[in-house]
């Protein structure tokens, strides 16, 4: 055995995926399924998964959700700003009629009608 010389080497908690998976609040196979992935952080000791607490920080780090920048109020005495647009389809396009709902497949119900 080696001897130390005086300073300890701190050894970090290793969580397994059911543990990260409560603070996470998903399933174990979310998180094993996303190191498998490589998508997530994580240490591999022998065939399982373990992750450090670094690792756990990394992981909702990743998966944050940031707000969107929000625009500066307007200054006073400008005009109003147009709402923008979210059609698809493009300008030059005339305006078109009803829709009609497709017939069935089967219209014919003695096509589906079974002798018992």
């Not at 022998?46 to 969107?68: K, N």
Request: with cysteine.
């Amino acid at each position: 055995m080696a001897e130390q010389t005086g300073t300890e080497v701190a050894v970090p908690r290793l969580y397994r995926p059911d543990e990260v998976a409560a603070v996470l609040g998903c399933s174990a196979w979310w998180v094993k399924d996303r190191a498998r992935r490589r998508q997530i952080p994580f240490a591999r000791v022998g065939r399982a998964y373990r992750f450090t607490a670094a690792h756990l920080a990394e992981i909702i780090r990743l998966h944050e959700e940031r707000p969107t920048v929000a625009a500066r109020p307007p200054a006073p005495g400008a005009p109003p700003a147009a709402p923008a647009r979210r059609s698809s389809a493009p300008e030059s396009a005339p305006p078109s009629g009803r829709l009609r709902a497709r017939p069935p497949r089967r219209s014919n119900r003695a096509e589906f009608d079974t002798a018992a």
